[in-house]
């Protein structure tokens, strides 16, 4: 008699067989001619032929400005990130001189639509601070029990199940729909470090570190004292993953996450099952997960350039990277180019600077400068390997990869953290779709298929 694992193993090789044998046919029907995008003026990417976006709707959230139409013709602007009116440079620099931590009056704008005073920003510090800690179950039943190869997965599935300990779930008045934003806002630190330590336990047999979050802390420092095992950090630290959070908590109705929330919201879904969508799609490494990519191409480079101070050196392998030669072999230079954005990143733009004062304190100036060098050679690089002549322009995930690094945050929670941050934006992106537009998100697509007849199972 067969062994039950043997029956399971065998019947694992069957179905990857299967699947191996069955891929040509599934990349065969889902070929569609090119020429019909053409032909039937398709907005592929939801994008114009002059590479803006297709408007679809309205938002008073926020602004990204990175070029100008002028007489149908894209023109080239610095860029400009806008959170409900105001420049995000604004907020930062008034963080800056008045040091302190500002991404807790950066939700409370995107949710309120206005700045708070001392008195209401207090306020909405504390209830985030009432709600940071998790359900003991909850920890256990839902993080620890299931550790998630990618944290991102973890935090949607988190998001999935805080609908059954939720008494109301579904309501979608303004005031049960503000409390639920307000409780994941809070809880999305809490759900990171929590998942990162149940993950690193169960892969490479970690001690589990779990320190509760504090509510006096602000959500950049509650993230920091929770990822490590002493739960120290310095002010510097602090500052500067707050600094990030403020710059990733919002960037417009357009960009694939927030439209996400947009399209889910729209069917009058409940609130966990529409922000782990959002979560769904930041995941992905042409979205959010690009910041990952960037670290691990300048380790890469680190690991095949031994003297990476050899700029002829690094020179060739950029080169070498752009031609699909080096690194993942994709040919893309991460950390460069944005959809929006065409002469800078404002984001990028803040960043660098604060990174400098980062490099400067943890004595990684030298990386700092290999960072800075290719920002400043990108272009002419481009050219040398490819023959095309373009701008190169340095996008947030080059620097927030550099800051996050220098912090010594784990590449698995990169990803997760812009979730931390964006959640803000998602929730406020949710709450307009919910009570302004009203209406479900239904577009067409052209039907692309011949009309053939049904053929008998018996004549096939």
């Given at each position: 008699?067969r062994?039950?694992?043997d ?11 299967y699947?191996?044998?069955m891929s040509?046919?599934i990349?065969?029907?889902?070929q ?9 003026d ?5 994008r114009?032929n002059?590479?803006t976006g ?7 959230i926020?602004c ?5 139409v002028?007489?149908g ?5 610095e860029g400009?990130?806008y959170?409900?009116?105001?420049n ?6 008034a963080c800056?001189?008045e ?6 009056e950066t939700s409370y704008l ?10 209401q920003l207090?306020l909405y510090k504390q209830?985030?601070g009432?709600?940071r800690?998790l ?5 256990r039943d839902?993080?620890?029990t299931t ?8 935090l949607?599935?988190?998001i ?8 109301n779930p579904?309501?979608l008045?303004?005031e049960?729909?503000l409390r639920?934003s307000i409780d994941?806002i809070a ?5 990171t470090?929590?998942?990162?330590q149940a ?7 970690a001690?589990l570190?779990?320190?509760?979050p504090l509510?006096e ?7 920091l004292r929770?990822?490590?095992a002493s ?9 500067l ?6 710059l990733h908590a919002?960037h417009g109705?357009?960009n694939?996450s ?5 399209v889910?919201s729209s069917?009058?879904t409940?609130?966990y099952?529409?922000?782990s969508?959002?979560?769904g799609?930041?995941?992905g490494?042409?979205?959010?997960g690009?910041?990952v ?6 380790q890469?480079l680190?690991?095949?350039?031994k003297d ?5 050196l690094?020179?060739?392998?950029i080169?070498?990277?752009?031609q ?5 072999r ?5 950390g460069?180019g ?15 600077r604060m990174?400098?004062?980062l490099?400067?304190?943890?004595d990684?100036m030298?990386?700092?400068e290999l960072?800075?060098?290719i ?9 040398r390997?490819?023959?095309?002549e373009?701008?190169m ?12 690094s220098?912090?010594?945050i784990p590449?698995?929670i990169?990803t997760?953290?812009?979730a931390?941050?964006?959640i803000?934006g998602?929730?406020a992106?949710r ?12 577009p067409?697509y ?6 053939i ?6 004549e096939?």
């Open positions: 008699m062994d039950h694992k029956m399971e193993f065998s019947a694992i090789q069957a179905r990857e067989m699947c191996r044998m040509d046919r990349n065969r029907c889902n569609v001619d090119q020429q019909l995008y053409e032909t039937y398709i907005k592929r990417g939801l114009n002059n590479g297709v408007r679809v709707g309205l938002t008073k926020g990204v400005e990175g070029y100008r002028v007489e013709e894209k023109t080239p602007i400009n990130l959170y409900r009116g105001i995000v440079k604004d907020i930062v620099n800056i001189e040091n302190r931590k500002g991404y807790e995107l949710l309120f639509g206005e700045l708070p005073d001392k008195k207090d209830y985030l009432e709600r800690e359900p003991f179950s909850f920890v839902t993080i620890l550790p998630s190869l990618n944290i991102m997965n973890k949607a599935r988190c999935l199940t805080f609908y059954s300990y939720d008494e579904d309501e008045t303004p049960n729909v639920q994941l809880r999305m630190p809490t759900i470090c929590y998942g990162y993950k690193v336990s169960y892969d490479k047999n001690s570190h779990f320190h509760q509510p802390l602000s959500t950049a420092e509650n993230v929770m990822i490590r739960g120290e950090y310095t002010e510097l630290e602090a500052t993953l707050d600094l990030c959070l403020i919002e109705g357009g694939n927030a439209f996400t929330t947009h889910i069917s009058g409940d609130t099952a529409a922000i969508a959002a979560v799609s930041l995941k490494p042409k979205h959010g690009a910041n990519k960037v670290t691990q191409m300048i890469d680190k690991d095949s350039v990476f101070e050899n700029r002829e690094v020179d060739d392998y080169i070498r990277l752009l699909g030669k080096a690194g993942d994709t040919g893309l230079l991460y460069f944005h959809a929006v954005y065409t002469k800078s990143d404002p984001r990028a733009v803040i960043l660098k990174a400098r004062k490099a400067e304190q943890k990684l030298e990386t700092f960072y800075n060098y920002e400043e050679n990108a272009s002419e690089l481009f050219f390997a490819r023959g095309i373009r701008d322009m340095a996008n947030v995930d080059l620097y927030s990869g550099f800051v996050y220098a912090l010594n590449t698995e990169s997760p953290l812009f931390v941050a964006r803000s998602w929730c992106h709450m307009e779709e919910l009570f302004m537009a009203k209406r479900i998100m239904r067409a052209i039907d692309a298929s011949k009309r007849s049904y053929t008998p199972i018996s096939r």
